[in-house]
């Protein structure tokens, strides 16, 4: 029989090789998959303990919560309130920085995420995720500003996604590499079962929501309409297309075979330089691309570079596959 090797042990064992860990994020990283698997299991369940639909409620960015969207933003919270590793929380569901209960203590970390990714796709059964990015606090043990959480994506110490699809994975790096973990339910842990996660270089797939094509700038138009003339185009190679509108799935599809995405900067809404949001969704996604050896940009800079200037700041997100994205950073430069 094959034991298996768990996210626990993987974990202890890596940051052995840590000069001065303390355990801290370990136990940091197990309280949050705690987190995942609860939201595994109320995302499972679905309409059987009543928890599809949307609410009257809107969250700060103006689109319309889900319950599941509340729900899992509370399950976040509950389990990594208590254990005393965060100086704070910050989520896409709520205005403001989450303040530790002064019933706790206080930690050295930040915790950052999207309780749901993909939100919209819940109620038909389609995958969906959560997103998350872990942070250093500047100053230990004291409760952290909105101003704390504001460093580039560089700076981040751990990010990782669940995705809860035909099996539940959670997939994270810590700066060494990307590794992914299966759900077992009966077991109730998580197994590495995909380690050192690595995107193919080059890519015939992209993904990008064509209905606001309209609103692209030009180098964007230009490389969506390369990939659509084919082989007889410049590209010379016939290009496939998939949209699942869960940035989950995207980053998971292009980990495991390659791919680009985009969510680029359009004119729909000046206001907006993009739709995904730079701290819940952008940097920890571009940190794992980028351990596994693919790109991320906004077109115009890379995003972990990028200085943040507000909590729920939007960006434009195009990564994958190197080679691809390289090509439309350099129409952006042309
Ligand atoms: P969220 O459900 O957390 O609001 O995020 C949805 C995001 C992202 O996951 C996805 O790639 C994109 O929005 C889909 O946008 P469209 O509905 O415009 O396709
Ligand atoms: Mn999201
Ligand atoms: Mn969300």
Sequence with gaps: M????TL????????RHIAGATGEFTALLNDLVTAIKTISNAVNKGALIGVMGALESQNVQGETQKKLDVITNEIMIRHNEWAGHLAGMASEEMDEVYPIPNKYPLGKYLLVFDPLDGS?????????????SILRAPVANRAASAEDFLQPGVKQVCAGYALYGSSTMLVLTTGHGVNGFTLD????????????MKIPEETREFAINASNRRFWEPPVQRY????????E?????????????????EVHRILTRGGIFMYPRDTKDPAKAGKLRLMYEANPMSFIVEQAGGASSTGYE???????????????????SKKEVEVVVGYHAA
């Excluded at 094959?2 to 090797?5: A, D, E, L, S, V």
């Design 185 to 196: 339910r009966e077991v109730g842990e998580f197994l590495l079962t995909h380690p050192a």
């Design 8 to 15: 626990t042990q993987f974990i202890i064992e890596e940051q």
């Design 120 to 132: 919209s796709n819940v109620d038909i059964n389609i995958s969906v995720g959560t997103i998350f």
């Design 2 to 5: 094959h034991i298996g090797t």
């Design 302 to 320: 890379r995003i972990l570079d990028m200085q943040p200037e507000g909590l729920h700041q939007r960006v434009p997100v195009i990564l994958g």
């Design 224 to 231: 969506v309409e390369e990939c659509l003339a084919g082989k």
């Design 233 to 249: 185009g410049p590209r010379g190679k016939d290009f496939n297309m998939r949209w699942v509108a869960s940035m989950v799935a």
